[in-house]
């Protein structure tokens, strides 16, 4: 079974996007052979920042190795590694009507928050949806947020197979992370980098304990009980510490008698503790030089590799060859 997913590299990773995504794509590696690769023709569609692509994929990419994905095991590359994706992004592209990619939403949004309405952001889903049929993928998991976009995907290899003849296109299955807890920010909103209320997965100890002190709390004095319901400590603190750690924590709201800045602190040390084996991977991955571009160059010719023969069979199909 082929698994394929992309991530954008769009800056620093937080604890969101670790629970929300890399966690999940971890753990899928033991369920098929996974192809997971780096969107940075997606990234360009909402900034044009040359320095920061290049750092932002490099980022990326050591964090999502320091995270658990195995490139013995996975199939890890950037997008643009296999320009073949164009090619198929073309061709559907000229089965797509024009209405489809206008009732897309996320492009909606995206003009709504201040991005310039190019033409690649309008043709983005044309594109993701070539990122994902060019490698005959089966199961593409993805956050809520991707649901339209996979299911103009399903569209245009309908639209493919009907044209040019079945199994020109392979239909792939969404796998829709309905479960995963929605990770809570800061300041109580979803945990988002566009709210910049982010608690990042890596970075200085010191940065991070601090943001976790700030966080805004009720003026409920020491020794009174203390409000459970939507509680951004207790919330985030459930994330990291073991079932006993937060139940005690639960019950030394409801009793009182203990201040706000003793559970901070308690939770920046389980948050600190949670990410240890993440650190220690990631300076390994970062003392090893030439390690990353290996694995990225491993993967591109191993992708390259699947992308020619689907595409190679597309060609035909479509009178191309
Ligand atoms: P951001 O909201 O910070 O811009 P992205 O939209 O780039 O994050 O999200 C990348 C991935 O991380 C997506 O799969 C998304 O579902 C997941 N994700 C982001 N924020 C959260 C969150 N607060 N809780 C759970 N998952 C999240
Ligand atoms: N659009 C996805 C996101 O923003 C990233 C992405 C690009 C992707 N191509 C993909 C995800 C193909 C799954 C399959 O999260």
Same mark, same amino acid.
């Given at each position: 079974?082929?698994?394929?997913?992309?991530?954008?590299?769009?800056?620093?990773?937080?604890?969101?996007?670790?629970?929300?995504?890399?966690?999940?794509?971890?753990?899928?590696?033991?369920?098929?052979?996974?192809?997971?690769?780096?969107?940075?023709?997606?990234?360009?569609?909402?900034?044009?920042?040359?320095?920061?692509?290049?750092?932002?994929?490099?980022?990326?990419?050591?964090?999502?190795?320091?995270?658990?994905?195995?490139?013995?095991?996975?199939?890890?590359?950037?997008?643009?590694?296999?320009?073949?994706?164009?090619?198929?992004?073309?061709?559907?592209?000229?089965?797509?009507?024009?209405?489809?990619?206008?009732?897309?939403?996320?492009?909606?949004?995206?003009?709504?928050?201040? &991005?310039?309405?190019?033409?690649?952001?309008?043709?983005? %889903?044309?594109?993701? /949806?070539?990122?994902? =049929? #060019?490698?005959?993928? *089966?199961?593409?998991?993805?956050?809520?947020?991707?649901?339209?976009?996979?299911?103009?995907?399903?569209?245009?290899?309908?639209?493919?197979?009907?044209?040019?003849?079945?199994?020109?296109?392979?239909?792939?299955?969404?796998?829709?992370?309905?479960?995963?807890?929605?990770?809570?920010?800061?300041?109580?909103?979803?945990?988002?980098?566009?709210?910049?209320?982010?608690?990042?997965?890596?970075?200085?100890?010191?940065?991070?304990?601090?943001?976790?002190?700030? &966080?805004?709390?009720?003026?409920?004095?020491?020794?009174? %009980?203390?409000?459970? /319901?939507?509680?951004? =400590? #207790?919330?985030?603190? *459930?994330?990291?510490?073991?079932?006993?750690?937060?139940?005690?924590?639960?019950?030394?709201?409801?009793?009182?008698?203990?201040?706000?800045?003793?559970?901070?602190?308690?939770?920046?040390?389980?948050?600190?503790?949670?990410?240890?084996?993440?650190?220690?991977?990631?300076?390994?991955?970062?003392?090893?030089?030439?390690?990353?571009?290996?694995?990225?160059?491993?993967?591109?010719?191993?992708?390259?590799?699947?992308?020619?023969?689907?595409?190679?069979?597309?060609?035909?199909?479509?009178?191309?060859?």
């Amino acid at each position: 079974m082929r698994i394929l997913t992309g991530l954008q590299p769009s800056g620093k990773l937080h604890v969101g996007n670790y629970f929300g995504a890399m966690e999940p794509a971890v753990r899928l590696q033991d369920e098929g052979e996974a192809f997971y690769f780096i969107a940075d023709y997606h990234a360009m569609t909402s900034a044009q920042n040359p320095t920061a692509l290049r750092e932002n994929v490099r980022e990326l990419a050591i964090d999502f190795l320091a995270c658990g994905l195995d490139p013995s095991r996975a199939v890890f590359f950037r997008q643009s590694a296999v320009p073949e994706v164009n090619e198929l992004a073309w061709i559907l592209s000229t089965v797509c009507p024009m209405g489809l990619l206008a009732k897309c939403t996320s492009y909606k949004d995206k003009v709504a928050q201040g &991005i310039s309405p190019n033409h690649g952001l309008f043709a983005y %889903p044309v594109l993701m /949806a070539a990122d994902i =049929l #060019l490698y005959d993928s *089966q199961k593409v998991p993805v956050g809520k947020d991707q649901k339209q976009h996979l299911e103009v995907t399903r569209s245009l290899a309908v639209k493919l197979n009907e044209a040019y003849g079945p199994g020109t296109a392979i239909l792939p299955e969404p796998i829709i992370r309905e479960d995963t807890a929605l990770v809570i920010g800061l300041d109580g909103r979803k945990m988002s980098k566009s709210y910049n209320n982010t608690l990042p997965l890596f970075g200085e100890e010191k940065v991070l304990k601090k943001l976790i002190m700030k &966080i805004p709390t009720d003026s409920t004095p020491v020794e009174a %009980p203390k409000p459970t /319901a939507g509680s951004t =400590l #207790l919330a985030l603190y *459930q994330l990291f510490a073991s079932s006993t750690d937060y139940a005690t924590m639960v019950a030394e709201h409801e009793q009182g008698g203990v201040g706000y800045g003793d559970f901070k602190k308690r939770l920046a040390e389980a948050y600190w503790d949670y990410f240890a084996p993440m650190r220690v991977r990631r300076a390994e991955i970062l003392a090893t030089p030439g390690y990353v571009d290996e694995v990225l160059a491993a993967g591109a010719l191993r992708a390259r590799e699947e992308a020619a023969n689907v595409l190679d069979r597309v060609r035909k199909a479509v009178g191309l060859r």
